[in-house]
């Protein structure tokens, strides 16, 4: 671990003279520039390249844990302020190339096995009404031999990207979909794989839709003290940005989860206008219980997908904030693929944020969950020096940023005009 405003750059190619130039001159850059923040682009230990065919898959020192007893800051509870943790962002569709070279991976095919996600090929819908502007809030079917597989609504965007066989090892014989906009069906087609990209206009004048719903859902067992007071400090931070940089409505909602045994399973703070209610119930929650490494996800999701969710909305968001997976248990991980798939066909797009605990099954798991609701993968880094070490993500370049500057533009990004 390391403060985000000393970069040590690792070479073991450089002598340590080398290094130590290099360490001073990043020192004297930074405080020529006072310390500003930055987005700082990131390649480390863990990183995948394309075209090469290797892989570093172990990442960082941490691989999970029975629950933690906390980093060096964890219990500076003076300096518990917004804007210390350090995050990154990687969206998985946005590389698919890289993804599809990933998944050639062996051990990565074996996450595939494990969490029985398979999440390989895709199909892009975009639909524009008769004005060609985007239309959000469509919904998209899929069914084969005349069996609904899957659901989804396009963004504000106008899209929807759609992996109607993620839950099958093998692609769907005879996939045909259907698009529904304000419960009339406008266009209908065969999916193939000779032409994933599927653009539709519909004869009809979209509506603009203003709703934007905000949920935080957060694993708080032992695992999580390390850096759950620091996350509750960003989470206040988001919920006093986010109104300014979304316009409409924005409705807030929270879930704090443990795991089976423990003093509660959820505890849920409902969708409100205002983000007072929220904001209390974020104040009040503290990290406990625990025990073993897996924790109770799927009752989380259950409970978050289950809330009255926006009918018509711009975007409706899960930030799953949190460091463990389902436990290994076929029935815990079929109730899980339920909820993602019930999450994606209401149009709720989750965030997962993995925290210091996130080992590489769970890394993979939280990056399928995200691709089946549309969402994308965040991680907290080490940069900041705060809490255990976090596992270096299987990814490409990325860009460390603080953590409620993520949150807060990943919410402009889906809920923004």
Known sequence: MQPFNQVHCLNKKNTMRQVNIIICILIIFCVAASCTKTSLDKSTYGVATPGTGSYSLTGGSSSGGDGGTGGANAGDTANHTAGVLTAGEWNDFDNWPYWLQLNNNDTIKAYQTRWAFYPNQKWVFTVKDNTQQPVADADVTIKANATEIWKGKTNRFGILQVMPDIFSASLPTDMQYSITYNNMEYATGTLTTSNPDVAITISTTAA????????????????????????????????????????????????????????????????????????????????????????????????????QWSSNARARIIFLILDAPVHDDEQKIDLLKQQVKLAAAKGIIIIPIAASGTDKPAEFLFRYMALATNGTYTFLTDDSGIGNSHIAPTVGHYNVEFLNDLVVRLITKYGGN
């Open 208 to 307: 603009e839709f203003n709703n934007v719903d905000l949920m935080f859902v957060v694993d708080a067992t032992g695992s999580m003290s390390d850096e759950i007071t620091y996350l509750q400090k960003e989470l206040q931070n988001v919920l006093n940005s986010a109104g300014s940089h979304v316009p409409g409505s924005l409705r807030y909602a929270g879930i704090f989860y443990r795991d089976f045994g423990d003093e509660y399973l959820t505890r849920i703070n409902e969708f409100s206008p205002g983000n007072t209610s929220l904001l209390n119930f974020v104040a009040d929650q503290n990290a406990g219980g625990g025990g073993d490494y897996p924790e109770a996800v799927e009752e989380a999701l259950k409970a978050a997908v289950q809330q």
